[in-house]
């Protein structure tokens, strides 16, 4: 299978992906699975990927309390805006992922 990394969904569907994963290992409360989601991160942020707006699905949002796997809501004061995520959680994730900050739980 040939990976077209110029795809302009790929991001998106890879970030999806992640999604998926942390859906299930919610599901199953599989630790095994959120270590997978951990280290599959860290590889694509050191290959280059950006994170997207649904880049923060695998984690838990700081803003709206949207578990993993579950988009964001609307909260007072911190609109979406067309995004699937709150920007802190993406930022969230992007720290969490890079050692900047803790993983928070599942996660760690
Ligand atoms: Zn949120």
């Not at 699905?57 to 796997?69: I, K």
Request: charge should be negative; proline fraction near 8%; hydrophobic fraction near 40%.
């Amino acid at each position: 299978m040939r990976i077209d990394v110029d795809e302009p969904d790929a991001r998106e569907r890879f970030w999806e992906g992640m999604r998926d994963v942390a859906h299930a290992a919610a599901r199953y409360q599989d630790q095994a699975l959120y270590q997978a989601i951990v280290k599959i991160g860290r590889a694509a942020l050191a290959q280059g990927i950006e994170l997207v707006s649904s880049g923060g699905l695998f984690l838990q949002c700081p803003v709206c309390d949207a578990l993993p796997g579950q988009r964001c809501i609307n909260m007072a004061g911190h609109p979406l805006h067309e995004q699937t995520c709150h920007p802190e959680r993406v930022e969230l994730a992007a720290k969490a992922l890079s050692g900047a900050a803790p993983l928070p739980p599942p996660l760690h």
